[in-house]
């Protein structure tokens, strides 16, 4: 696993402890407030003001009125003399009853009171997903276009030996054996005397080796080797090219490309952040083929 990726694991697991924690916050806030407005057990908030706002009223209580068959018989007593008139003072002022109106009361909370709504949350999780996929897109952009210092494909790529090559790529009987080195993308092949005057001035020959890309440059597909006709053959669309690159047959648009390369010390090095093009060779520095095309051979098997 690279770097690049374990920074993108971790960023995604943050951006997931963060959501998560976000969602907590609002929940146990949104209880609290519950909390406050509403005590268990009791009277609400707007319950307890609208009592307050009575204090100070006195509301008489109605009169209890009895039916006569309900009176009993009281006993006849003896007439008492009237007592008489006292002066006119100020009348007795009767009880008046109080007439309870009902209102509604719109009381208007704090923030800290009223808790995180769920539009809030909502539009905070919303824009927290957002700007979480931003950064991992950022950081993948990052990841992609950052230079690569040393190693793999895109820096220069040390393929080995000189001598090591030189005899592997040229096996005891004569015939051509590429070496395929994973980490530069190359095959490395054994270079001509004499090359053809397209590649003149190109630095793509050296200790008598030379690096084919592995992609076919019609639509980029891996071209194996093809040891029977002793050369590149491409199984997606059929384009053929001899042991060193160069374009034969089929609908690619021209020669393998190939890297540029040097001697340093005794290592052999594949500078894979330079991709040199060359156009169709008008007469072939090696003869291809040089037997049977393997995807001649690929076909007849298919038929039969």
Not at 250 to 266: C, I, K, S, T, Y
Request: net charge negative; hydrophobic share 40%.
């Amino acid at each position: 696993m690279s770097f690049s990726d374990m920074i993108l694991i971790g960023a995604a697991v943050f951006a997931v402890i963060g959501a998560l924690g976000a969602f907590t916050i609002a929940f146990r806030r949104s209880q609290q407030a519950a909390a406050r407005r509403r005590p268990e057990g009791g009277p609400s908030a707007e319950t307890l003001r609208a009592d307050r706002s009575m204090a100070g009223v006195r509301v008489a209580p109605a009169p209890v009125v009895v039916s006569e068959p309900e009176q009993e018989a009281e006993p006849e007593q003896e007439a008492e003399p009237e007592p008489e008139p006292e002066p006119a003072g100020e009348p007795e002022l009767e009880p008046v009853g109080v007439r309870l109106v009902e209102v509604q009361r719109v009381i208007e909370v704090s923030p800290e009171e009223a808790g995180v709504t769920r539009r809030q949350f909502f539009n905070r999780a919303m824009n927290a997903g957002f700007f979480a996929f931003l950064g991992l897109m950022g950081m993948g952009s990052l990841s992609m276009f950052w230079p690569k210092i040393s190693g793999g494909f895109g820096s220069d790529v040390d393929a080995g030996s000189v001598g090591d090559l030189q005899s592997q790529t040229v096996t005891p009987d004569g015939s051509v054996a590429p070496v395929f080195v994973p980490e530069a993308r190359a095959y490395v092949v054994p270079a001509p005397d004499q090359l053809s005057d397209q590649f003149e001035g190109m630095p793509i020959a050296a200790g008598g080796l030379m690096a084919l890309f592995q992609r076919c440059v019609h639509l980029g597909c891996r071209v194996p080797w093809c040891a029977t006709s002793v050369g590149f053959e491409c199984p997606c669309h059929g384009s053929k090219y001899n042991v060193i690159g160069e374009y034969f047959d089929g609908p690619a648009p021209r020669n393998l490309d190939r890297f540029a390369v040097e001697v340093q010390g005794d290592r052999f090095i594949i500078k894979t952040g330079t991709i040199l093009e060359t156009p169709r060779a008008q007469a072939l520095s090696v003869n291809y083929p040089q037997g049977p095309s393997c995807i001649g051979a690929v076909a007849d098997a298919g038929e039969h």
